[in-house]
């Protein structure tokens, strides 16, 4: 059965467009609260947000959506998208909602689904919900609409949760850090985690006013990040996204460390511990060919996943890895969390780099990357890589790279867009080949 609603990360897109639409939303309430409305005990959804104008509208299409099939709701207010699935365990809730677009701009929003294990919802649950989102809902008899509240402590209960993730004998006294909130739904816990450890708190990206989420700052915008690094003297810094799923570090000289590097260095302190499991990382196709050989010299695997995520843990999950991720950012530590978590994974960085003697632009340069170009064009409702001429470029780009580099053409799973990616040893032919094939694409389109 094909996706109609549903993408790689639940339901994405252009406010007030469809599928975006607050009507839509009210019927994935619907459709997901009959869903989940198993046995006989009293049901309990929690919905948590990030800072986006349009999370207000969203939320209470859901709320709507949710009592209107008999579900008990609980409103988090801002929280971060691994806070919704930590919460959802802890409260014994059915189903956990996060409304949020992720790295998107503040015009999109999205919806993500947790099952009653925390863990995103698995494709054979999204393709029941689809269903009954074209199907007229199953409305509850009067008595038994549910009820929603508020609760004032779920920030304050995923801030103990991070902490805990740190280790007991550490501290980051005398650290200098910068945290980059993005504007978005981290912009109080994440400088709350750091401070209450002991650090010295820069925080940048912590004024959200509805329009501002991921514009010019976070992961996806890195060089505030950097630069505020370089000003404050800074150890080193940390950029979330704008659901704190995603984490990119800066060196104390400003420079940008992405999540293959990270995946390398809480992969290889785990495995030199004992605790690495499934002696492998799960990394998608996107992660660099720097990062396979250095795992590889150290005895662990890479295993690879297409892009997204949800592949991630599935794989993670079918080999009983605790590792992986994505070179975006997208770090899952499943020891500690059941999906990505920005604030923790930085932890562990953070951990490693108190518990060493080495500056974190030592700490983090374990492998040399080989050269690689990401190119994104963007497209409408045509699909430009079915064009002959496309396909052509494709061909004689595969053909130049031969067996020095890789060429991956796809289509995001979040946005319209196509994403050009080339590796290779001889980086200007790499950027030509990303060149030659985007140009291509263009010109079709």
């Known amino acids: 059965m094909s996706r109609k609603y549903f993408g790689t990360d639940g339901i994405r897109g252009r406010t007030n467009k469809s599928p975006m639409t607050a009507e839509i939303a009210m019927k994935v309430g ?12 009293k049901h309990r959804v929690v919905i948590g947000k990030d800072t986006r104008l349009s999370g207000y509208m969203m939320e209470s299409a859901l709320v709507a959506g949710f009592t209107s099939v008999g579900m008990d709701v609980v409103m988090t207010g801002p929280m971060p998208t691994p806070g919704i699935g930590m919460l959802v365990t802890s409260m014994r ?37 689809e269903k009954l989102l074209d199907t007229p809902p199953q409305l509850a008899d009067s008595e038994h609409i549910g009820r929603a509240r508020r609760v004032d402590d779920a920030r304050g209960r995923y801030i103990h949760h991070a902490k805990m993730t740190f280790p007991g004998d550490l501290s980051l006294d005398g650290l200098k850090i910068v945290v980059d909130c993005a504007h978005g739904a981290a912009y109080d816990v994440a400088p709350s985690v750091l401070w209450e450890l002991g650090a010295d708190v820069v925080a940048i990206g912590v004024q959200p006013n509805g329009t501002n989420v991921n514009d010019g700052c976070g992961s996806t915008a890195p060089q505030l990040m ?39 260095l809480i992969g290889s302190t785990l495995a030199e511990r004992g605790e690495l499991k499934g002696g492998a990382v799960v990394a998608t196709v996107m992660s660099n060919l720097g990062l396979e050989k250095f795992l590889g010299g150290k005895g662990i695997d890479l295993k690879r996943t297409k892009v997204g995520d949800r592949y991630v843990l599935e794989a993670m999950r079918e080999s009983g890895c605790n590792v992986g991720g994505e070179q975006s950012g997208h770090l899952i530590l499943t020891d500690h969390a059941t999906t990505g978590d920005g604030i923790v994974a930085g932890l562990q960085v953070l951990a490693a780099l108190v518990s060493g003697d080495k500056p974190a632009s030592e700490l983090l340069d374990l492998f040399d990357a ?67 094939i985007v140009e291509v694409i263009e010109d079709v389109l």
């Open 30 to 41: 619907q459709a997901a609260g009959a869903h989940f409305l198993r046995g006989g005990h």
């Open 93 to 129: 809730a059915d189903l956990g909602v996060m409304i949020s677009a992720s790295h998107n701009p503040y015009v999109d929003n999205g919806i993500k689904l947790f099952g009653p294990d925390g863990f995103k919802l698995s494709d054979e649950d999204e393709l029941a919900i």
């Open 226 to 264: 950097c630069d505020t690094v370089v000003a404050e003297g800074a150890d080193i810094g940390i950029a979330l996204d704008g659901d704190a799923d995603r984490l990119i570090v800066a060196d104390e000289k400003g420079r940008v460390i992405d999540g293959d590097q990270l995946m390398a």
């Open 370 to 436: 080989y050269p690689q170009q990401l190119k994104n064009v963007r497209y409408g409702e045509t699909d430009p890589l079915e064009h002959p001429r496309v396909q052509g470029a494709i061909a004689a780009a595969e053909a130049k790279l031969a067996d020095t580099g890789r060429l991956l053409i796809r289509k995001s799973g979040t946005e319209p867009l196509i994403r050009v990616m080339a590796e290779g040893l001889d980086d200007s032919q790499v950027g030509k080949v990303v060149d030659e």
